[in-house]
Nanobody
Framework: QVHLVESGGGLVQPGGSLTLSCAASGAIGSIDAMGWYRQASGKERELVAIITSGGSTNSADSVKGRFTISRDNGQNTVYLQMNSLKADDTAVYYC???????????????WGQGTLVTVSS
């Protein structure tokens, strides 16, 4: 089995920073894209940022210039550095990865359990 484990959420004041981490573990053959989605209360889940195995990135317009996604392929880990946080960034953040498990011929989409980020004074 393959798992995604997130860490780094919490309470932060407006204008502050947080870094989220997500590590994939288990019988991993290869990982394609990794990324972060978020879901605010009463809203649909939305893409925050995504990064390919080659390092190409894409992010939501609402976070451009404030959030940076990166990954460590050797550690199967993706990070989200969040700066200049706003109240509108409050949400549960979910890690995403497109993974091919060992001895499996196709990729599967996995999600983390979610970590709550609250931006409030």
């Amino acid at each position: 089995q393959v798992h995604l484990v997130e860490s780094g959420g919490g309470l932060v004041q407006p204008g502050g920073s947080l870094t989220l981490s997500c590590a994939a573990s288990g019988a991993i053959g290869s990982i394609d894209a990794m990324g972060w989605y978020r879901q605010a209360s009463g809203k649909e889940r939305e893409l925050v940022a995504i990064i390919t195995s080659g390092g190409s990135t894409n992010s939501a317009d609402s976070v451009k210039g404030r959030f940076t996604i990166s990954r460590d392929n050797g550690q199967n880990t993706v990070y989200l550095q969040m700066n200049s946080l706003k109240a509108d960034d409050t949400a549960v953040y979910y890690c995403y990865a497109n993974i091919r498990p060992v001895l499996v011929d196709q990729y599967v989409e996995l999600w983390g359990q979610g970590t709550l980020v609250t931006v409030s004074s």
